[in-house]
């Protein structure tokens, strides 16, 4: 018997638990209000390396290790690997899975990858297929901004509604152990497209498929934004989370009590990012390193994540085509419900 | 068929004027630019640029006896100078934070929107990298520079 509810969700049989995880960030990250919660902090944007594509797959390889270490395990015991990043072909997750010899799921949701690739580790291991699986992602501020903007020491001003991707990455290990917090619940987006056409403002493109993906959730579920303790979003920015706020209250749901954004949480005003962070690892290590931290010190019990993905390249940019965006939900659990 | 049809292509409809709704509400309520501070700032970090330039250009007639296209000429080869060496020096872009167009529009800024492109993509190589995307923002410039020059040297050519 399926074990779908509703049109997207799915309530996991044997829900996964999140048995350890790692997060890496830059300097500028580092000097934020969560810079202690983070595992390693980068003195420098190139972490000893000669570019910044090889920096970010360093970080990538790294918080990979350090999860599966801390885990107690060894490389060869991780069944899966599901990763992905923002750049072109996704080169970040594709060479570090090559030096980390594990068999490899590819994925590229931009900055949604996280909850997608949790969402297919927990189902593979609900579903018996594996016994540890590994979702991570990376992005980097240097080699984001060259693929999809311009010039690092280019003279150019930020709009407003800009938004600075994070540097960091974030490695979780799935396992079918017994040890909260679990995995309950995914609700997989669908992709959602509300004709905003300006790149900079990624807030307003992904606020109609972050509520898209939040309403779904409580339908299929037939619960409201008071079975959670808190609803996170990955990366829709000051802007993008106020127009989620308004979608959802137009749909009758209330959840700006218990609302925030890992794009609002990881830089600090003072840090001139404008509408906030974003980027794959954006809502990996606000949820690694501290709502996680949290929920196990007790301040939350269960908590709906999503992280939310602008899926637009500098081609469809320029050709002047609209937004299209997603959001994955995942429910995280303290209780295996 | 015919039934849902209609309903599909009524469902359309009601989707396009979500949409719209949706995208005059964000571009009413996006936070905007502050127009006037940028403006001032852009007025005076450019007024800025252009008194070092004529300071130059003085120097250049004053204490080197250079006549007015030596003198120019002078001034361009040291402010775009300037601006390379601050682009390098990583100075220029915080320039640009502020002064917006006003550190774009004179020389300074092209020298900027060449070398910042140059040393970011020299990791790809001297041909694919800095060869090959070297005028990736100026390149723009100089082809509509360098036409309306020709168009308006046409114009002046048969007034005359």
Same mark, same amino acid.
């Given at each position: 018997?399926?074990?779908?509810?509703?049109?997207?969700?799915?309530?996991?049989?044997?829900?996964?638990?999140?048995?350890?995880?790692?997060?890496?960030? %830059?300097?500028?990250?580092?000097?934020?209000?969560?810079?202690?919660?983070?595992?390693?902090?980068?003195?420098?944007?190139?972490?000893?390396?000669?570019?910044?594509?090889?920096?970010?797959?360093?970080?990538?390889?790294?918080?990979?290790?350090?999860?599966?270490?801390?885990?107690?395990?060894?490389?060869?015991?991780?069944?899966?690997?599901? %990763?992905?990043?923002?750049?072109?072909?996704?080169?970040?997750?594709?060479?570090?899975?090559?030096?980390?010899?594990?068999?490899?799921?590819?994925?590229?949701?931009?900055?949604?990858?996280?909850?997608?690739?949790?969402?297919? +580790?927990?189902?593979?291991?609900? %579903?018996?297929?594996?016994?540890?699986?590994?979702?991570?992602?990376?992005?980097?501020?240097?080699?984001?901004?060259?693929?999809?903007?311009?010039?690092?020491?280019?003279?150019?001003?930020?709009?407003?509604?800009?938004?600075?991707?994070?540097? %960091?990455?974030?490695?979780?290990?799935?396992?079918?152990?017994?040890?909260?917090?679990?995995?309950?619940?995914?609700?997989?987006?669908?992709?959602?497209?509300?004709?905003?056409?300006?790149?900079?403002?990624?807030?307003?493109?992904?606020?109609?498929?972050?509520?898209?993906?939040?309403?779904?959730?409580?339908?299929?579920?037939?619960?409201?934004? &008071?079975?959670? &303790?808190?609803?996170?979003? +990955?990366?829709?920015?000051?802007?993008?989370?106020?127009?989620?706020?308004?979608?959802?209250?137009?749909?009758?749901?209330?959840?700006? &009590?218990?609302?925030?954004?890992?794009?609002?949480?990881?830089?600090? &005003?003072?840090?001139?990012?404008?509408?906030?962070?974003?980027?794959?690892?954006?809502?990996?290590?606000?949820?690694?390193?501290?709502?996680?931290?949290?929920?196990?010190?007790?301040?939350?019990?269960?908590?709906?994540?999503?992280?939310?993905?602008?899926?637009?390249?500098?081609?469809?940019?320029?050709?002047?085509?609209?937004?299209?965006?997603?959001?994955?939900?995942?429910?995280?659990?303290?209780?295996?419900? | 068929?015919?039934?849902?049809? #209609?309903?599909?292509?009524?469902?359309?409809?009601?989707?396009?004027?979500?949409?719209?709704?949706?995208?005059?509400?964000?571009?009413?309520?996006?936070?905007?630019?502050?127009?006037?501070?940028?403006?001032?700032?852009?007025?005076?970090?450019?007024?800025?640029?252009?008194?070092?330039?004529?300071?130059?250009?003085?120097?250049?007639?004053?204490?080197?006896?250079?006549?007015?296209?030596?003198?120019?000429?002078?001034?361009?080869?040291?402010?775009?100078?300037?601006?390379?060496?601050?682009?390098?020096?990583?100075?220029?872009?915080?320039?640009?934070?502020?002064?917006?167009?006003?550190?774009?529009?004179?020389?300074?800024?092209?020298?900027?929107?060449?070398?910042?492109?140059?040393?970011?993509?020299?990791?790809?190589?001297?041909?694919?990298?800095?060869?090959?995307?070297?005028?990736?923002?100026?390149?723009?410039?100089?082809?509509?520079?360098?036409?309306?020059?020709?168009?308006?040297?046409?114009?002046?050519?048969?007034? #005359?």
């Amino acid at each position: 018997m399926s074990n779908r509810i509703g049109g997207q969700t799915i309530k996991l049989e044997n829900p996964p638990c999140i048995l350890s995880r790692a997060t890496i960030v %830059g300097k500028k990250e580092g000097e934020g209000p969560l810079g202690e919660f983070f595992d390693v902090v980068l003195k420098d944007d190139y972490f000893g390396e000669k570019s910044w594509e090889k920096a970010e797959c360093r970080m990538f390889q790294e918080a990979a290790m350090l999860a599966i270490t801390k885990a107690g395990k060894q490389v060869q015991d991780i069944n899966y690997l599901f %990763g992905g990043d923002l750049l072109n072909q996704i080169i970040t997750a594709n060479y570090a899975a090559r030096n980390l010899g594990i068999p490899f799921f590819g994925l590229y949701g931009a900055c949604s990858t996280l909850t997608e690739s949790m969402s297919l +580790g927990a189902i593979t291991i609900s %579903g018996r297929y594996a016994d540890l699986v590994l979702c991570a992602t990376s992005s980097h501020f240097c080699t984001a901004e060259r693929q999809f903007r311009y010039p690092l020491e280019m003279g150019a001003q930020r709009s407003p509604t800009a938004q600075w991707t994070v540097t %960091g990455a974030g490695a979780f290990l799935l396992s079918n152990d017994d040890k909260p917090p679990y995995i309950t619940y995914i609700t997989t987006g669908k992709v959602i497209d509300y004709g905003i056409t300006d790149a900079n403002n990624m807030g307003a493109a992904m606020a109609p498929a972050a509520a898209a993906a939040i309403k779904a959730h409580f339908e299929d579920t037939q619960q409201g934004p &008071d079975a959670y &303790d808190l609803i996170v979003t +990955g990366d829709l920015g000051s802007f993008g989370r106020d127009l989620a706020i308004d979608l959802l209250k137009k749909e009758g749901y209330d959840i700006a &009590d218990r609302f925030i954004d890992c794009g609002c949480e990881i830089f600090s &005003d003072d840090q001139d990012v404008h509408a906030g962070a974003s980027g794959c690892a954006c809502s990996a290590v606000v949820f690694g390193a501290h709502i996680l931290k949290n929920m196990e010190e007790g301040k939350y019990k269960r908590i709906l994540l999503l992280s939310t993905g602008a899926l637009l390249s500098t081609t469809s940019v320029q050709q002047g085509e609209s937004i299209p965006s997603i959001a994955h939900a995942v429910v995280i659990d303290m209780n295996r419900g | 068929m015919d039934g849902s049809g #209609k309903g599909f292509m009524l469902m359309d409809v009601r989707q396009e004027k979500i949409k719209k709704e949706y995208q005059i509400y964000v571009k009413r309520k996006m936070p905007k630019s502050n127009l006037i501070r940028d403006c001032i700032m852009a007025f005076f970090i450019g007024g800025l640029i252009c008194t070092i330039g004529q300071f130059i250009n003085n120097v250049a007639k004053t204490f080197f006896q250079l006549n007015i296209e030596e003198a120019s000429a002078f001034t361009s080869i040291i402010l775009i100078f300037l601006g390379a060496l601050l682009t390098g020096m990583g100075v220029y872009d915080d320039i640009g934070k502020y002064g917006g167009a006003g550190s774009v529009v004179p020389i300074t800024g092209f020298a900027n929107s060449i070398v910042s492109p140059a040393m970011e993509f020299k990791r790809e190589g001297y041909v694919f990298g800095v060869g090959a995307k070297l005028f990736s923002i100026a390149g723009p410039v100089l082809i509509y520079g360098i036409s309306t020059s020709v168009l308006v040297g046409l114009i002046y050519f048969f007034i #005359k």
